[in-house]
């Protein structure tokens, strides 16, 4: 069945340091990953997204990797700051019903 | 200007109770949704919507009825609301509902049973 599964449930990393969160999905079919951030009191926020033909993709100080082989993914926060503090969902796309399934959501805490 | 705005932003009822929850978006999609987050922050699809025709249903208990009147409103109406039924209820669209179509979601309905 349609299943994405997010690890770790909370994370938390010394300011400056990188952050990783994985995901692995199970439908060989899905072809779109987006990454979604929540801040307290706010809906989620698309921050990035893959597609299946592009094995990795960055902006600024975030990038996303794809293993389709694996069906796996993964979020990289570099040189993380305050501001990152928040709930990340990881999401796959699966193409036979167009709807998006999401994680389970990682807290991401940033000590000072 | 908010793009996808909701009302309320918090909800709190007696077991029993009817309630509705509505929701706009200025952005111009086709595609509004209604996503349920449970106390361990597991978002979970309820409903989606396309140019006011249901595109997606998930098990869900009858007691909840979406209606779309146009393209940029979708609300949610729950009948006899019961304890389980407390959440945040988010609403979202999208450009449309094809592969690759980020949601833009709104800031979420508390709703709290009593």
């Known amino acids: 069945g349609e299943n994405v599964e997010q690890h770790p449930s909370t994370l938390s990393v010394q300011e400056g340091d990188s952050a990783v969160i994985k995901c692995t999905y199970s439908d060989s079919a899905s072809n779109y990953f987006p990454w979604y951030k929540q801040e307290l009191g706010k809906g989620p926020q698309l921050i990035i997204d893959?597609?299946?033909?592009?094995g990795e993709k960055k902006d600024q100080r975030i990038a996303v990797t794809l293993n389709k082989t694996a069906k796996h993914f993964s979020l990289h926060i570099t040189e993380t700051q305050p501001e990152d503090s928040a709930v990340y969902f990881c999401a796959a796309q699966y193409s036979s019903a167009s709807k998006i399934i999401f994680g389970s959501g990682t807290r991401l805490s940033i000590r000072p | 200007d908010t793009a996808v705005s909701q009302t309320p932003k918090y909800l709190v009822t007696q077991m029993g109770n009817d309630k509705s929850i509505k929701c706009e978006q200025n952005l111009g999609h086709d595609t509004m949704y209604w996503y349920k987050q449970d106390s361990k922050k597991f978002l979970k699809i309820m409903f989606s919507y396309n140019n006011k025709e249901l595109i997606i249903n998930e098990t869900v208990p009858n007691r909840f009825s979406p209606k779309s009147p146009d393209k940029a409103h979708l609300n949610l109406h729950i009948n006899s609301l019961e304890l389980g039924d407390s959440a945040v209820y988010f609403c979202a669209s999208s450009p449309g509902p094809g592969i690759g179509s980020p949601l833009h979601f709104g800031n979420g309905t508390r709703l709290t049973v009593t």
């Open positions: 893959i597609r299946s033909n592009v």
